[in-house]
């Protein structure tokens, strides 16, 4: 039996029904999302999720620019997993034109996603932790995830969105500094693992504020459409990075964690779990990576080498005309799914045959885990409602699109 049920069993209804906003402007909203709650005394009976304050017309935007500079918008959307919003749009563009990237390209890629990733669950495992008062863990997580920020400011020079995706490869190889201190970063990521593992797992707090919360089943994910995490949580191994590999990650060892009982509580296990299965992939991917090109040598897409425009005009002109007009993918539409941290992420792309795509539609992990909070909040306590959101982990940059 859920919290919810016990909760409604055994608390008396005073009959005073009071309606309350939580959010627009509330921190454990994780976002600027509105639940409309209808409570009598503090039992939930009704929850409407109410988004659009952060639409930022993005899918909209992306008709009007080339697809390079579509790269800058998308960022933008996901804002913990940039670079998975880069890979499902340059995976999607790649399709279409039948552009191979460099084996090299696709290792680092794949080494940037996972760390993104890990640095995505420490962000909301400790922003979770601080909401119900554990600061502690708040600074192991930040501390954590300082490193990896460091990581990607030491590859690009920018910290949040390393941006180095580019159609056909990367803008930028990796350094001895940057591999070295990724090795530093693994070398250290199972102590801090540990302890926050000793900190939260058998917290009494902890589990007494997680268990039984915000029961999604397996039943309710497939109404709702809710992956990732949510879904794992709930007995399903699907992550499309086993399903459907991309990036070579069928040729990698790594596991699916996967709990049944489907609450607050197993999902915040199943996200533990991730951040060691991706550190052993980036630790996989560090010990094949070999010298290579990072961009296709397809001139459709490609700069030309920076040594080449001192001496060669046809490079110049190829350059200015990548740069100002952009390439022409031919007419088209696909579909291309990535696994985020929050889920299925995915791009439907349509192609004209001009510069600009005619038409970008993002599949958003965070959406449907937004949505289902309807369903799943009546019967929970208020101080509930906060670890219910939280669980779910939306970002609503990647729900107000």
């Not at 790649?94 to 640095?119: D, F, K, T, Y």
Request: some cysteine.
């Amino acid at each position: 039996m859920s919290k919810a049920t016990k909760n409604s069993d055994l608390l008396e209804r005073t009959g005073e029904e009071l309606e309350l906003n939580l959010g627009p402007q509330h921190p454990s909203t994780h976002g600027v999302l509105r639940i409309k709650l209808r409570l009598d005394g503090e039992l939930v009976i009704a929850a409407e999720p109410i988004i659009g304050y952060l639409h930022t017309g993005v899918e909209k935007e992306c008709e009007t620019r080339t697809y390079h500079q579509v790269f800058t918008l998308i960022d933008r959307l996901d804002y913990m997993s940039g670079p998975s919003e880069e890979q499902a749009f340059a995976a999607a563009v790649e399709r279409l034109m039948g552009i191979e990237v460099p084996e090299r390209a696709q290792m680092i890629r794949l080494l940037l996603l996972e760390l993104a990733r890990i640095s995505s669950h420490l962000l909301w495992l400790g922003t979770s932790a601080l909401e119900l008062n554990m600061s502690s863990v708040f600074m192991y997580c930040f501390a954590e995830r300082e490193k990896i920020l460091d990581l990607f400011e030491e590859l690009s020079g920018a910290r949040m969105f390393p941006s180095c995706w580019r159609i056909g490869g990367l803008s930028r190889d990796t350094t001895p500094a940057f591999e070295a201190g990724t090795r530093s970063f693994l070398k250290e990521l199972p102590k801090t693992w540990k302890d926050l593992d000793k900190l939260l797992t058998n917290n009494y707090v902890w589990c007494e504020r997680l268990q039984g919360i915000a029961v999604i089943d397996s039943e309710l994910c497939k109404q709702y459409m809710c992956t990732g995490p949510v879904l794992r949580a709930a007995g399903a191994p699907y992550d499309i990075r086993k399903v459907y590999p991309y990036l070579g990650y069928d040729s990698y060892e790594f596991q699916v964690p996967i709990r049944h009982e489907a609450d607050a509580y197993a999902r915040y296990l199943i996200r533990l779990e991730e951040m060691r299965q991706s550190a052993q992939l980036v630790a996989q991917v560090l010990e094949r990576l070999k010298p290579g090109p990072i961009l296709t040598d397809n001139r459709k897409v490609a700069l030309p080498p920076r040594h080449e425009l001192a001496r060669s005009m046809e490079a110049v002109i190829h350059q200015f005309k990548l740069v100002s007009e952009g390439m022409h993918p031919p007419m088209g539409e696909l579909y291309q799914a990535v696994e985020s941290a929050r889920g299925e992420l995915g791009y439907y792309l349509v192609s004209d045959g001009t510069n600009r795509p005619y038409r970008v539609r993002v599949r958003s992990p965070s959406f449907p885990h937004v949505e289902v909070l309807e369903k799943v909040l009546p019967g929970h306590l208020l101080s509930d409602v906060v670890v219910a959101i939280a669980s779910v982990d939306p970002i609503l940059g990647d729900v107000d699109r």
